[in-house]
């Protein structure tokens, strides 16, 4: 949707109250059985701390994430050949000599190990686990069991009897406390007994990776866990000794009744009434600078915090808690009737069983779309600083999956796809902060590997804002990635209307990456301006010639639409900022010659500037569909283009595309968008069928956050979309889901919409704005405009007409 500049003065961001729903649904996932594995887990965060809890009764695991304990440090890794051999590149690719561009580039352009190193960079060094806190109750047996995860109170709980006691553990990761809390009690007075002690994976188990690291018991009653990620196979730029983060976790056992003794380098609790424990973790990263302070003492930071939470009442801290953590989720109420399975009658395990064998559970999509919301809430918001990872903030791994680090060739973009439009626009706060950050870093990269101005990032990026091109030519290759992220920015004014923001966050970063995309382009032999080297993540094609599949090209679809979408928005900015009007004005000349968006004779989209054909059609990437989600090109003005989506993804699905987890989710928001609600239901069932865990963690595999932040924002995207000139109300509701309501959801424009209907028809919808401004409301083939004045809500009817 475009924000006319007539009408774009300064915003208020208001939280619309809940508009038809008065009692809130419940929000759990439950078992009645312990975890067996991480993976079955529950989660809880506070956007700094995380942690996975077994909730096992003989013997409990809880799995600790601080948000910053990474390896690695902070150099700029833009190979300094890259300039040198470009022209060349350029030149091979546009005389189709791609393999020969793809050799030539490889040990010149690829991302090398060091600020003054030639040596190719193996890759990022991983996200890491902190520590397990392991808890032994010394007993055995037990019966009554329940364990559950309440997203309305971001509270994991769990109990169960041993010999008639009654025992019940809770935790949680508090935001207003900034610790994670854990209570355990008896129903017998001093019937309690538990063995403490902290422990770290194995890192002989970690490829590369080494860490020193010691447990000890401190001060008496405090656990601490403290060393130093040392990475004894690459001593060349990384200081003395390879050494790296400096880390710590302390846990504080504070007994109500009993003893407390030291044995070892463990705590051990006899004849407690009850046992609260506070856990906290610290480094010594330095986010500011995205770098390693050395004179940082972990330890010390601990031994501060600890003493601020030693005075901290566990009732006051949870009551703080549930405050805090429930005014973000009730924000949004979601309900969907249908059937019996809307109670919440059943174990969350055997709900998913049910669906991945073919049934429907609309509590279960309900609970899916809200823990979106809880796990971006918990791993992205204050007092965290960092955005959220491939995992969010869970992970148990010394060396994780892709590092778990941040991929910018989609997967940080759909981490962030639901905040908006979900209601929770303060978990873009780490983000937008992080890439401001990175700028430093990427302008010595576009200076160095392009001669550009302005500053650039390419398909993935770590803690220490590494901004060249990582890993491999065939999946590195993605300069766009940093247009792509900066339309987050935009989004975020669009939805909220905070003229502030636009003028003093986002505006400085996107200015500056218009600059770098006037000097990267060149022209075409076909006299396009286009991106060169670039390639269509993570995609190949096959060599007309050669037969050979190559990946490394220019222009590809995807860059086009990226940049048509951000250099679209950064001259809506400029305007509404009545700021750089000829630099902005020379911007919208680059975008009208940027190759079009075209069809195949199949009438599928083209993937690539050249009709090539396909070595893997069931690609998990469908990169050349941007411009219909999460852009904005492809739409009812352009109905061939919009055939030739529908028509590539029906290709790509019969290939078995769709088959990660994230891309399924992917699939949900475009067909969201084609407003077929049919296949948003179909899709939604097959993320359940094939890409969930029974903790409801998505399944890439193998566990990769995307696709329930992904998920969540398509199911959004199929009851209220406003990515045009209008608000479009339950434009892709699958039949399955006829009868339901809908809270808290947000609309560009600064609009908040409630809406119920039932028989697949509306029946009521609630908007309220915060800036006054009038919209076109469209529901089926009725449109309407009205104007509510700021801060007042329009009731409409299913005929678009007043109530």
Excluded at 652 to 661: A, E, F, I, K, M
Excluded at 741 to 746: A, E, H, M, P, Q
């Amino acid at each position: 949707m475009k924000i006319s500049y007539s009408y774009c003065t300064l915003f208020i961001l208001l939280f619309a109250q809940p508009l038809l729903a008065q009692e809130f649904t419940p929000l759990k996932l439950w078992y009645t059985q312990p975890a067996k594995d991480w993976r079955e887990a529950l989660p809880v965060g506070n956007g700094r701390l995380g942690a996975m809890v077994y909730s096992h009764p003989e013997k409990e695991i809880i799995q600790i994430n601080e948000e910053s304990v990474w390896a690695g440090v902070k150099f700029n890794d833009a190979n300094p050949n890259s300039l040198k051999v470009l022209d060349s590149v350029r030149q091979l690719l546009f005389a189709d000599k791609n393999e020969a561009a793809s050799e030539l580039a490889a040990p010149n352009m690829l991302a090398v190990d060091g600020e003054n190193s030639t040596r190719i960079a193996r890759s990022f060094r991983s996200y890491q686990t902190l520590m397990n806190l392991n808890i032994l109750p010394g007993g055995s047996g037990y019966t009554d069991y329940r364990r559950e995860l309440d997203l309305n109170t971001g509270i994991v709980t769990s109990q169960y009897k041993v010999d008639g006691i009654q025992y019940r553990q809770e935790v949680f990761a508090t935001a207003p406390g900034n610790i994670l809390a854990v209570r355990i009690t008896s129903s017998k007075p001093g019937a309690l007994h538990a063995t403490l002690f902290l422990n770290r994976p194995d890192p002989r188990m970690a490829a590369m990776l080494y860490t020193d690291c010691s447990t000890r018991v401190w001060e008496g009653n405090k656990l601490l866990l403290s060393g130093q990620i040392d990475d004894k196979n690459d001593q060349e730029d990384k200081g003395p000794e390879g050494k790296h983060m400096k880390f710590a976790g302390a846990v504080l056992v504070k007994p109500e009744g009993g003893r407390l003794t030291a044995k070892g380098d463990s705590l051990v609790v006899q004849h407690a009434n009850a046992l609260v424990l506070y856990i906290d973790g610290a480094t010594n990263y330095d986010f500011a600078h995205l770098s390693i302070a050395n004179h940082i003492d972990p330890v010390n930071k601990l031994k501060v915090s600890m003493q601020q939470h030693a005075s901290k009442s566990y009732a006051q801290l949870k009551a703080a808690h549930i405050a805090d953590h429930s005014s973000y989720m009730k924000r949004v109420n979601f309900q969907l009737s249908g059937n019996e399975a809307t109670k919440e009658d059943l174990p969350t395990d055997v709900r998913l069983n049910a669906v991945k064998k073919g049934a429907y559970d609309p509590y279960l999509t309900t609970l899916l779309f809200q823990y979106g919301r809880y796990l971006l809430l918990g791993s992205s918001r204050k007092p965290g600083l960092l955005p959220a990872n491939l995992q969010g903030i869970w992970s148990n791994h010394i060396e994780a999956p892709w590092q778990a680090d941040f991929h910018t060739n989609i997967n940080l973009q759909m981490n962030y796809w639901q905040a908006e439009v979900a209601n929770l626009p303060e978990t873009t706060t780490p983000l937008f902060a992080f890439m401001d950050n990175i700028r430093e870093q990427g302008r010595i990269t576009a200076r160095k590997m392009y001669g550009a101005r302005g500053w650039v990032m390419h398909h993935a990026t770590d803690a220490f804002g590494k901004t060249g091109l990582q890993n491999a030519m065939y999946y590195g290759t993605f300069p766009m990635a940093t247009a792509w992220m900066c339309l987050h920015f935009w989004e975020h004014y669009a939805f909220t209307g905070n003229q502030q923001f636009l003028e003093k966050e986002a505006y400085p970063v996107m200015k500056e990456h218009a600059l770098f995309i006037k000097d990267f382009l060149i022209k075409s032999p076909e006299g396009y301006l286009v991106t060169s080297p670039a390639y269509s993540p993570e995609n190949s094609f096959k060599h007309p010639v050669t037969g050979k599949g190559e990946s490394l090209t220019y222009g590809p679809t995807m860059d086009n639409q990226i940049i048509r979408e951000f250099l679209k928005q950064y001259i809506a900015a400029a305007h509404l900022l009545n700021k750089d009007q000829q630099f902005a004005d020379s911007m919208q000349a680059i975008m009208n010659q940027l190759p079009p968006t075209r069809l195949g004779r199949d009438g599928r989209i083209m993937e690539w500037i050249k009709a090539y054909e396909e070595p893997e059609p069931g690609h998990r990437h469908m990169s050349h569909l941007f411009g219909l989600h999460p852009g904005t090109q492809i739409n009812e003005t352009t109905p061939e283009l919009l055939a030739g989506a529908r028509k590539t993804l029906e290709y790509r699905l019969s290939h078995g595309g769709g088959h990660t987890g994230w891309s399924r989710a992917w699939i949900i928001n475009f067909y969201a968008r084609l407003r077929d609600g049919e296949k948003v239901f179909e899709n939604v069932q097959a993320l359940f069928a094939k890409s969930i865990y029974s903790n409801l963690f998505d399944d890439h595999p193998p566990f990769q956050i995307d696709g329930n932040f992904g998920s969540g924002a398509g199911i959004a995207e199929a009851l209220l979309q406003s990515q045009e000139e209008d608000l479009d109300l339950l434009p892709a509701l699958p039949a399955a889901w006829s009868e339901g309501n809908i809270t808290g959801l947000k609309a560009r424009g600064g609009f908040t919409v409630a809406m119920t209907w039932k028989a697949h028809q509306l029946v009521e919808a609630r908007i309220t704005s915060q800036t006054g401004q009038a919209i076109k409301v469209r529901y089926q083939d009725k449109v309407t405009t009205i104007q509510p004045a700021k801060g007042a809500t329009v009731t409409l009817n299913a005929s678009l007409n007043n109530k």
